[in-house]
């Protein structure tokens, strides 16, 4: 038997979890992935502050999504912890973009379109591995 108040405290934490990371069906019926960076501005420094949690919704490694960001957008910056904190200033819409591209070279398949895929090391060589598809395609190393 389940106890109300522990029912009420999973649904609650489960709405919280859906309004950060939605996974939404498209019409064709294909998952995607919406993500929601949570972004706080200084006036030297851009903050990502659930970075951490970004880069586990798209199933890579925190330090590889950072490498990204910092060499697409030419700033310098570093991970602690949670956060992500970048250089410089970059807007919210910079910020989106960059995490878009990033989905389309390292997370969607291009046979599939799928996002449940995975990073591989074979050799000196990387591949991204879709779940979905079997497909085995090459992704440039950061």
């Known amino acids: 038997m389940v106890d109300i108040t522990t029912k009420e405290a999973y ?8 309004a950060e990371v939605k996974s ?22 851009t903050i990502i502050m659930n970075f951490r949690h970004l880069a586990e919704t798209l199933n890579r490694d925190p330090q590889h999504l950072a490498r990204f960001i910092f060499k697409e957008s030419g700033k310098p910056g570093v991970l602690e912890g949670e956060r992500l904190t970048i250089q410089g200033k970059l807007s919210n819409e910079e910020i989106k973009r960059l995490l878009e591209i990033y989905m389309k070279e390292f997370v969607k398949c291009p046979v599939c379109g799928g996002v449940d895929t995975r990073i591989e090391a074979e050799k000196r060589f990387r591949f991204l591995q879709c779940d979905i598809c079997g497909a085995k395609s090459s992704v440039r190393k950061i």
């Open 24 to 45: 939404v069906v498209s019409k064709s019926g294909d998952r995607t992935l919406e993500l929601r960076p949570t972004i706080m501005q200084t006036t030297k420094h």
């Open 11 to 18: 649904l609650k934490l489960l709405e919280r979890v859906m």
